[in-house]
Nanobody, 113 residues
Framework: QVQLVESGGGLVQPGGSLRLSCAAS????????MNWYRQAPGKQREWVAR???????YYADSVKGRFTISEDNAKNTVYLQMNSLKPEDTAAYFC???????WGQGTQVTVSS
């Protein structure tokens, strides 16, 4: 079992940036990968990005070129750098240990002028 805690959300203007963090309660090195998902009001949760324990990264088409997922194994933390934010990026963002039902509580990102 791993506890995941997201942070870093907030209100940002269109075109702005935020960096989300997902802190794990223990080493994530043995986990095959970590995901970020998001869920907007009234919509299904959608996958955003993944980083494998080998360092490979994958992105949804909607965020490719704007978002970057990374990890710091020494800190047991995964990050999501979000640039050029758009109003349609507004959602609650969740991290997930790939292949498990381990989820954080989410952090809200609102993109609005």
């Amino acid at each position: 079992q791993v506890q995941l805690v997201e942070s870093g959300g907030g209100l940002v203007q269109p075109g702005g940036s935020l960096r989300l963090s997902c802190a794990a309660s223990r080493s994530i090195f043995s986990i095959p990968g970590m995901n970020w998902y998001r869920q907007a009001p009234g919509k299904q949760r959608e996958w955003v990005a993944r980083i494998t324990n080998g360092g490979r990264t994958y992105y949804a088409d909607s965020v490719k070129g704007r978002f970057t997922i990374s990890e710091d194994n020494a800190k047991n933390t995964v990050y999501l750098q979000m640039n050029s934010l758009k109003p349609e990026d507004t959602a609650a963002y969740f991290c997930n240990a790939w292949g498990t039902n381990w989820w954080g509580q989410g952090t809200q990102v609102t993109v609005s002028s």
